[in-house]
Structure formats: C-alpha cells, structure tokens
C-alpha cells in the first residue's frame, strides 16, 4: 500500500503554486472537472474516507485536502457512489459527464 506511481509521487508536495489560481493563468481561464468514486453511498462515510474506491480517498482525488481550500475552486465535481476506482474506467455516467462537458 506504500508503494506509489510516479505520477503521486510527484504531487506529493502538492500542485504547482499557480496551479488552481485564476489570476495566475496567462491564457484563457481553465475549466476544471473532477471525478470520484467511493465504494459507499456517501464520500463522508467512514469507509470512504479510510479506502475511497480502493486506491484513492474521494477528499483526495476530489483535489480538496483536509483542513484546507480546494485546489480547483468552481470545478465541476462528480461523486459516483459505489464505484470502485477501476470500475470509473468505463462508467456510463463518466462518459455521460465527459460529453456534457466537452460539449460546453
């Protein structure tokens, strides 16, 4: 369970200062949107927050750390109850998110 992708590994420090701020931005602003599964009904059941989908915690993949503002203010959000983490991989309703949002 300690084992970790490089990927985590390099948000370990977190996102880049700049990274969720506005007024960092250069370009045209970003629109966030983020997914999570958890294997309860509720992202704030205690299971969901000791195992999340079985690989991430909902608080952890929803960018908003405990105690602290989150990281993407104003992104879209998507709980999927009873998802585990691989089951996101081809869930109707991320495919059905993903299409709303890229048709905006």
Excluded: K
């Excluded at 370009?27 to 949107?33: E, G």
């Excluded at 879209?76 to 998802?83: K, W």
């Amino acid at each position: 369970m300690r084992r970790r992708s490089r990927g985590i590994l390099d948000l370990r420090h977190g996102l880049a200062p700049d990274a969720g701020d506005p007024r960092q931005r250069r370009a045209r602003p970003i629109r966030y949107h983020l997914v999570a599964g958890s294997l309860t009904v509720s992202p704030r059941h205690p299971v969901a927050l000791a195992i999340g989908d079985l690989l991430v915690q909902p608080r952890s993949a929803l960018a908003a750390p405990r105690g602290a503002a989150a990281y993407f203010p104003g992104a879209d959000v998507v709980h999927l109850p009873r998802a585990g983490h691989f089951d996101l991989l081809n869930h109707e309703a991320v495919h059905q998110h993903l299409c709303e949002w890229l048709a905006r």
